[in-house]
């Protein structure tokens, strides 16, 4: 999902006590990924692997700064990048989702105010009919069925249901990520500027309640359901003081308690949480760089969810420090695979895409 960005910054910062974290065994190595060609004012907002050899990308290419449009869906196939057409849809549109699974490849974003959602089919693009008033779409294809979150403070989310959407009420007002096991599916956000969580028990959405961290505001921003007892929740909490302005979460839930996990002390921020076929936990986030006055560069963390013992791969070619988009996709694993695809967006660099 993909709302308004908002940049963690962190100029004047103290410096944060760089201990060296605990690496897994035979750890991956994120290598830079050559991109399609695009114009230099691209930004690439989400990234989807739901196939050996099938990574999609989306985004858009403005003309010139401050006018984002002209949106493009990529596929890589192994070899080399495709466009793909994207039917009814206006040069001033913007994609902000791709979301894929086993079961099918849904896009979305707005087009001339209004959401826009498309379904791959048989090769190409089909466009689907949003529910009416939708201003922007991001759907999310699971295993517990297609759902599309409604406008924020709505607190209404939509499922697709034969060859309509039908809408459930949600306990919080913005839905930034929806996950499944199986039937059961889990969602994150914020409500009223408060970390939310809601789960589907098949037949309505129920509140899960969270620990609110002490802060002027905080957010998830994705979930993974990893077992039937064991769902793992990331986020920002904003603290908006010293000696950080930001600082990660990211807890566990039994089915009845939350437990927050230790980070690596470097890190500031987290936005995106994927398990490979290993079983290995991975999660990508901001962290300081060792020179104090340098931008929170980005960084993908892992862990074995047994013993928790992290390793921080570096993101090649970020440039000066990496911004916090609030809740892109910027992580993938390959379905199949234990590939690990990051898309990371840079200052003053532009989008980089980074392969294991």
């Known amino acids: 999902m993909k709302p308004s960005a908002r940049i963690a910054a962190a100029l004047g910062l103290a410096a944060a006590a760089m201990t060296p974290s605990p690496a897994l065994a035979a750890d991956p190595v994120l290598h830079a990924h050559a991109l399609p060609a695009l114009r230099a004012e691209a930004e690439l907002m989400d990234v989807a692997a739901p196939a050996p050899n099938q990574t999609w990308i989306v985004g858009y290419q403005a003309l010139k700064p401050g006018y984002p449009g002209n949106p493009v869906v990529h596929r890589w196939n192994g070899h080399r990048w495709a466009g793909f057409t994207i039917p009814n849809f206006s040069s001033r549109g913007v994609l902000r989702s791709v979301s894929a699974t086993a079961d099918g490849v849904w896009i979305g974003g707005a087009k001339d105010g209004a959401a826009y959602v498309a379904q791959y089919v048989n090769g190409a693009f089909t466009q689907v009919a949003a529910p009416a008033g939708l201003r922007s779409a991001a759907p999310e294809q699971t295993s517990a069925g297609v759902w599309l979150p409604g406008d924020p403070r709505t607190g209404v989310i939509w499922r697709r249901e034969g060859t309509a959407w039908a809408p459930y009420a949600m306990p919080m007002q913005k839905v930034l990520a929806v996950r499944a096991r199986g039937g059961e599916a889990w969602a994150v956000g914020d409500d009223d500027s408060a970390p939310a969580v809601a789960r589907f028990t098949g037949t309505t959405w129920e509140n899960v309640p969270y620990p609110t961290p002490f802060s002027e505001g905080a957010i998830l921003e994705d979930v993974l359901p990893r077992t039937a007892d064991d769902v793992w929740v990331v986020g920002t909490n904003y603290t908006r003081g010293e000696p950080r302005p930001t600082e990660p979460l990211l807890h566990r839930y039994d089915g009845a308690?939350?437990?927050?996990?230790?980070?690596?002390?470097?890190?500031?921020?987290?936005?995106?949480?994927?398990r490979d076929d290993a079983g290995t936990v991975w999660i990508s986030g901001l962290a300081l760089a060792p020179d104090w006055e340098a931008q929170p560069r980005p960084v993908v963390i892992g862990t074995s969810p047994d013993s928790i013992a992290w390793t921080v791969l570096e993101v090649p070619g970020a440039g000066e420090g990496g911004v916090h988009h609030e809740g892109w996709d910027t992580l993938a694993v390959e379905a199949g695979t234990s590939r690990l695809w990051v898309l990371a967006d840079t200052r003053p660099g532009g989008p980089v895409l980074t392969t294991s």
């Open 257 to 274: 308690t939350w437990t927050p996990v230790p980070l690596p002390p470097e890190v500031v921020g987290l936005s995106s949480i994927v």
